[in-house]
């Protein structure tokens, strides 16, 4: 039997808290004393997570780069199998007492607020795991199991309580499991196995093969997304950038012309409107304005339109309302708190309120296959 250093957890450090405690406090005085300085550290800061996230080895990004090997023709080297798991020698789950090739056992310590809600953090993680077999329609093949990564950051679907306020749950690599491996194939006493590569930083890890399929079918739409976000958040930089000169350049009000150019239309009175409020509506119409209006459009849609036309019109207005209202009200929302400029709040709205259209018209295929794969997931659970 191996052990798997998913590790013990920790409680938090006595550090920790206090310097959590401190930047909270220092957010919240820039907010109050240099509320302009957040707006512009939002953005970029924005770009930059969305940047590191993208870096570094793991097993969903790496199963993204390798093409699904059967076991008979296996070459040499990083490989991704499926196949169903083949348990040899059986341990003993540590919560049920289910035979299986390997589990993780996750330990949480919870705390009880005001209002009778938990809220749970991992104070022990424990994985263990011995050899197994994966077989897939070809053959089957050794997996010897030191090193392996079981299920990520996967977390268990139910927990049993251990105590007053704790509580436990376990993980399986059961007998028959469908699961994905990724790990490097290699001769060991004249045999092909998978095991751990000789680099520590490679991939070696099995996750189950439903989580795989999700990700794959979600991977296109995060990676689009993102890049419509990074535009829109380099954009909006543009935006937060601008002067009161910028805005009479353009013809748009300020705070010291709103005033003369109300008379100008009725565009521009409303927006002087927005001025003389401090821009407190523009969160609101973001977030149910928005939501409402669209709302209308699509029984109008339903009762306008041909039954085509009508499917394809109301998935691109239904994404747009979710993605627009969402992303609008909290960015928009964020900006009133901050006391940014009332015609900034406004555009920044529209820059959001635009690439989320553009996302919706453009993207309807990737999110149909998305919408598909996991209507189809859920009528198979419902049966």
Sequence with gaps: MKTIPVGEEKKRSRWQIPLALLFLAGFGALLIYAPMAVVAMFFPVFILCCLVASFGANFYKTEQRLATSQIRSLAMGLVEIRGQVIVDKPLMSPVYGKPCAGYVLIVQEGEQDDDGRWSWSRVYGEARCNDFRLRDATGEIHVIAEGIDLFGNKHPDDYESIGSSRRQGEILLSQDMDVMLIGEACERDGQTVIAQGKNPKAVFGVALTEDVENRRVLAPLWRVGAFYAAVVAMLGVGVMAMTPAHFAQLHLPGPDTYQQMESIGPVYKWLAWLYREGG???????????????????????????????????????????????????????????????????????????????????????????????AKRVSKDTL
């Design 280 to 374: 407190f509506p523009i969160p609101f119409m973001a977030a149910f304005g928005f939501m409402l209006t669209i709302f209308v459009v699509l029984i109008w849609a339903r009762l306008l339109l041909p039954k085509g036309m009508r499917l394809a019109v109301g998935r691109v207005l239904g994404a747009w309302m979710g993605l627009g209202m969402v992303i609008g009200g909290v960015v928009t929302l964020l900006l009133f708190v901050a006391h940014v400029d009332a015609m900034k709040q406004f555009l920044v709205w529209m820059l959001i309120l635009l690439g989320t259209l553009v996302f919706s018209l453009f993207e309807q295929r990737k999110m149909g296959v998305a919408y598909k794969h996991f």
